[in-house]
Nanobody, 124 residues
Framework: VQLQASGGGLVQPGGSLRLSCVAS????????IGWFRQAPGKEREGVSC????????NYAESVKGRFTISRDNAKNTVFLQMSSLKFEDTAVYYC??????????????????WGKGTLVTVSS
């Protein structure tokens, strides 16, 4: 499985940004795909994921109401729409996936595939 993330950049507080991740190589139709982030000096944390089975979603408390995850099946792409961005959202964002389609327990240790990160910087 290959995951190619894009869309990072510099944005002002309160602004919006959309990340994209193009996925390829899945051998099963049942998987979960989503995002993690890692800020300088901090551990990698799960941000959000979506299930290929029923499009159920999961969000970290810190981003609920501000971030929205979605999929475009035809393009094998998952998106993370980030709004009302805060300084503390600054991090490298990683696209990730696993062969378990459940969205609960979205932790680093439960991920099977990682993409390269894309940097999001929230700064005035």
């Amino acid at each position: 499985v290959q995951l190619q993330a894009s869309g990072g950049g510099l944005v002002q507080p309160g602004g919006s940004l959309r990340l994209s991740c193009v996925a390829s190589g899945f051998t099963s139709d049942f998987y979960a795909i989503g995002w993690f982030r890692q800020a300088p000096g901090k551990e990698r944390e799960g941000v959000s994921c979506i299930s290929s089975s029923d499009d159920s979603t999961n969000y970290a408390e810190s981003v609920k109401g501000r971030f929205t995850i979605s999929r475009d099946n035809a393009k094998n792409t998952v998106f993370l729409q980030m709004s009302s961005l805060k300084f503390e959202d600054t991090a490298v964002y990683y696209c990730a996936a696993r062969n378990n389609w459940l969205v609960s327990g979205w932790t680093s240790s439960a991920v099977d595939y990682w993409g390269k990160g894309t940097l999001v910087t929230v700064s005035s």
